[in-house]
């Protein structure tokens, strides 16, 4: 930028942009953002950890309400822009989920997949693969008109 009057040497340009809780860099790689949410993750799962825990005495059914209503909206905010992230930092939240959906449904050993089907939640790969597209406006992909001619 040229300089200006009341700063001759320019204006600084930022890496990262936080707009509306979504974390933008130059190159639209969501880094920032994945970390950010990632940390905030963490510490709201620090604060909520005797409630969800392996130990807690609430049934599954009450853990994964939390879990949906508390910390799923978190990392799905705005997943619409971001969800289109290389894999590397999908996976950073992917790990996230794993760790958690093990530490609340308690076996060791169980795989993700076995989790996932098992409480009903999808594996954040494919919940973003799912849901993270841009919307597309189609005017021609609407409900299909009922035949009245059988």
Same mark, same amino acid.
């Given at each position: =930028?040229? @300089?200006?009057?009341?700063?001759?040497?320019?204006?600084?340009?930022?890496? *990262?942009v936080?707009? +509306?809780?979504?974390?933008?860099?130059?190159?639209?790689?969501w880094k920032?953002h994945?970390?950010t949410k990632?940390?905030?993750?963490?510490?709201?799962?620090?604060?909520i950890?005797?409630?969800?825990?392996?130990?807690?005495?609430?049934?599954?059914e009450?853990k +994964?309400?939390?879990?949906?209503?508390v910390?799923?909206?978190v990392? *799905?905010?705005?997943?619409?822009?971001?969800?289109?992230?290389?894999?590397?930092n999908i996976?950073?939240?992917?790990?996230?989920?794993?760790?958690? +959906?093990?530490?609340? *449904? *308690?076996?060791h050993?169980t795989?993700?997949?076995?989790?996932?089907?098992?409480?009903?939640? @999808?594996? =954040?790969?494919?919940?973003?693969?799912?849901?993270?597209?841009? @919307?597309?406006a189609?005017p021609? !992909?609407? !409900? @299909?008109?009922?035949?009245?001619?059988?």
């Amino acid at each position: =930028m040229p @300089p200006s009057v009341h700063q001759p040497d320019g204006l600084p340009q930022a890496e *990262t942009v936080k707009y +509306l809780g979504l974390h933008f860099d130059k190159h639209l790689t969501w880094k920032k953002h994945v970390a950010t949410k990632r940390k905030q993750l963490d510490h709201i799962t620090r604060e909520i950890h005797w409630l969800i825990g392996k130990y807690s005495p609430l049934l599954l059914e009450n853990k +994964l309400l939390i879990y949906k209503t508390v910390l799923k909206p978190v990392w *799905t905010y705005g997943i619409e822009l971001w969800g289109c992230a290389t894999k590397s930092n999908i996976a950073v939240i992917q790990r996230y989920q794993s760790k958690l +959906l093990r530490s609340i *449904t *308690t076996p060791h050993g169980t795989s993700q997949i076995i989790l996932s089907t098992s409480i009903f939640t @999808p594996h =954040m790969f494919t919940w973003s693969s799912r849901n993270g597209q841009l @919307p597309i406006a189609r005017p021609w !992909a609407h !409900a @299909p008109t009922p035949s009245w001619n059988h």
